[in-house]
């Protein structure tokens, strides 16, 4: 994954994460992330969906 462009001293943006990247970022201190890609779109190393871990929704804390 590409380093996040920061926005502001509160806001980064960037590629899509994988699994492995998660741990990275919350490494950095980040403890939200806001996926805007689609549900059933192809080719999404984390799809918007529930598992035990994470809540329904398209944003994650």
Do not use: F
């Not at 994988?18 to 939200?32: H, N, R, S």
């Not at 999404?44 to 804390?61: C, G, L």
């Amino acid at each position: 994954m590409k380093p996040p462009i920061k926005i502001d001293d509160k806001v980064m943006a960037g590629a899509q994460p994988g699994e492995d990247d998660l741990a990275v970022l919350a490494k950095q201190g980040i403890t939200t992330i806001i996926n805007l890609r689609r549900t059933g779109e192809s080719n999404q190393p984390i799809a918007p969906a529930a598992t035990p871990s994470r809540p329904t929704a398209d944003a994650w804390r």
